[in-house]
């Protein structure tokens, strides 16, 4: 994917030192006493506001409705909100320092709150899957985004929970930066609210049932679609 949105870097936060746990793929974000840190990737703005590269917002923005938590705290660079999922604790983050440098804001929430990867679920846009699809998995490389890439960066691991939201239309995109921060298109709106809901309700049962469980749940192809993405 080509290079997002540029901002400047954090001002005063600090990165370094944070504890990054080494976890097989059953021990990451499985049920058990932790808070879960979940993290929608975006742009912030209005301007960025309904463009398939703020899915990951959009679907935090769900995500806390459902379950009457507000996103409005400011700590440093990141907009939290605090509240209990299935009865366990959680804490929602909407990185505020442009697409590339989400990794940053992240991070130090992470510190201040003596969290590690294992407790992390990314949430964002893939152009690599189809519109509607989603797709959760336990690691894995950015895949060409670059705001999962400063994560991976920052937390100096690629293990960590991860859902990602088919993004990419049925017509060939000329050009990728340019598509994904533009308006969603006319089309893709129709199903947007079902897809919230079900990006949502798949983190719900990570949090609830822990992330293996919830692949086999809500995993899922584009409609229409014979074969699997990956």
């Not at 950015?142 to 990419?168: L, P, Q």
């Amino acid at each position: 994917m080509a290079e997002e949105v540029e901002s400047v870097d954090p001002a005063g936060v600090s990165v370094a030192g944070g504890r990054v746990e080494t976890e097989t793929s059953d021990t990451l974000v499985e049920p058990g006493v932790r808070t879960y840190f979940i993290v929608g990737l975006g742009n912030p703005g209005l301007r960025y506001e309904c463009t398939p590269h703020n899915i990951g917002f959009m679907v935090l923005d769900r995500l806390a409705k459902r379950n009457g938590i507000r996103i409005k705290n400011n700590e440093g660079v990141t907009l939290t909100g605090t509240g209990r999922i299935r009865g366990r604790e959680v804490v929602l983050a909407k990185p505020q320092t442009f697409m590339n440098r989400s990794g940053a804001s992240a991070k130090a929430v992470m510190q201040s709150r003596r969290l590690s990867n294992k407790d992390l679920v990314l949430v964002y846009d893939d152009i690599d899957l189809p519109w509607t699809a989603l797709r959760i998995k336990k690691k894995g490389s950015a895949g060409g985004h670059n705001g999962v890439r400063s994560v991976i960066a920052e937390m100096r691991t690629d293990w960590f929970v991860r859902v990602r939201i088919g993004i990419r239309p049925d017509h060939e995109i000329e050009d990728t930066a340019q598509y994904v921060l533009a308006p969603l298109e006319r089309a893709l709106k129709v199903d947007l609210d079902e897809v919230l809901t079900y990006a949502a309700e798949a983190i719900e049962s990570i949090v609830a049932e822990g992330a293996i469980k919830s692949m086999t749940r809500f995993n899922r192809r584009a409609r229409g679609l014979k074969d699997e993405e990956e």
